[in-house]
T-cell receptor, first 115, second 112 residues
Framework: NAGVMQNPRHLVRRRGQEARLRCSPM?????VYWYRQLPEEGLKFMVY????????ESGMPKERFSAEFPKEGPSILRIQQVVRGDSAAYFC?????????????FGPGTRLTVT | AQSVSQHNHHVILSEAASLELGCNYS??????LFWYVQYPGQHLQLLLK??????LVKGIKGFEAEFIKSKFSFNLRKPSVQWSDTAEYFC??????????FGGGTRLMVKP
């Protein structure tokens, strides 16, 4: 029973490049969440998606960041023109239902380093 | 704004000592409460959760937490820690919408 999968686990990008982070939810889960963990801080919510829909993007920076969860394939968090401040661990979580009814299961994270 | 506070950022204990990690939140309505643990090099795992019912919740690995509504608290406890409990512990709250709001985390080091 595979858990939440994220790849790559580590990603190094130069300033100005694009970063693409992938998340495959647990089997049967249709709710995906992205969180960012800056050094020495807790996780901060970024975006909540269901298949083909963005439900809540209140935590997403207004520029350069986007997320999608297509009908087929993994959820993608895309960061355009990365800057040093984007260096962080990005965690994906999935749930069977919305969190009011169920808990979220987390992936191992992608550690993004911007040089 | 919604917030979750974990007042102890770093805790060092000897094996067999008792553990209590504080968690306070700032919402007034119905909440779901969670404790997650992140072992070194691993992803977050759910320790325990509270949705409703008995405010004393038992989780995995001998952990428990008590929801005290009047104090807006959900403290994590373990009577006797082991070296293998060395990890970072995160309290999280869900009240409205579908996001979890996390505390800043508490790093626990257990000395053998």
């Amino acid at each position: 029973n595979a858990g939440v999968m994220q790849n790559p686990r580590h990603l190094v990008r130069r300033r100005g490049q694009e970063a693409r982070l992938r998340c495959s939810p647990m089997k049967g889960h249709s709710h995906v969440y992205w969180y960012r963990q800056l050094p020495e801080e807790g996780l901060k919510f970024m975006v909540y998606l269901q298949k083909e829909n963005i439900i809540d993007e209140s935590g997403m920076p207004k520029e350069r960041f986007s997320a999608e969860f297509p009908k087929e394939g993994p959820s993608i968090l895309r960061i355009q023109q990365v800057v040093r401040g984007d260096s962080a661990a990005y965690f994906c979580a999935s749930s069977l239902t919305g969190t009011r009814a169920g808990e979220q299961y987390f992936g191992p994270g992608t550690r993004l380093t911007v040089t | 704004a919604q917030s979750v506070s974990q007042h102890n950022h770093h805790v060092i204990l000897s094996e067999a000592a008792s553990l209590e990690l504080g968690c306070n939140y700032s919402y007034g309505g119905t909440v779901n409460l969670f404790w997650y643990v992140q072992y070194p090099g691993q992803h977050l795992q759910l320790l325990l959760k509270y949705f409703s019912g008995d405010p004393l919740v038992k989780g995995i690995k001998g952990f428990e937490a008590e929801f005290i509504k009047s104090k807006f608290s959900f403290n994590l406890r373990k009577p006797s820690v082991q070296w293998s409990d060395t990890a970072e512990y995160f309290c999280a709250v869900n009240n409205a919408g579908n996001m979890l709001t996390f505390g800043g985390g508490t790093r626990l080091m257990v000395k053998p």
